[in-house]
């Protein structure tokens, strides 16, 4: 439900979330090393980029700040 380590969550349709980690995903895929590799969250929109132009799936990001387990 809330792994300690994990540094991405996606939000998915229904509630349902879904845990990982941002290393393993930009070593397995070039399209999420382009997201991570994106500037910190835009200054003035509350931490949301809109990502919808990406492509299937990608609707936006967001950029929240967690305590370190």
């Keep these: ?7 991405v969550v996606f ?3 229904g509630g349902h979330r879904v845990f990982a980690h941002r290393v393993y995903l930009a070593t397995a895929c ?3 090393y382009d997201l991570f ?3 910190g969250p835009p200054d003035g929109d509350g931490g949301t980029r809109d990502l919808s132009s990406w492509g299937r799936g990608f ?9 370190d387990p």
């Design 11 to 13: 939000q998915l349709q």
């Design 1 to 7: 439900q809330a792994p300690l380590c994990a540094d």
């Design 59 to 67: 609707l936006s990001l967001r950029w929240e700040a967690v305590a």
């Design 30 to 32: 070039s399209r999420f």
């Design 37 to 39: 590799a994106l500037e």
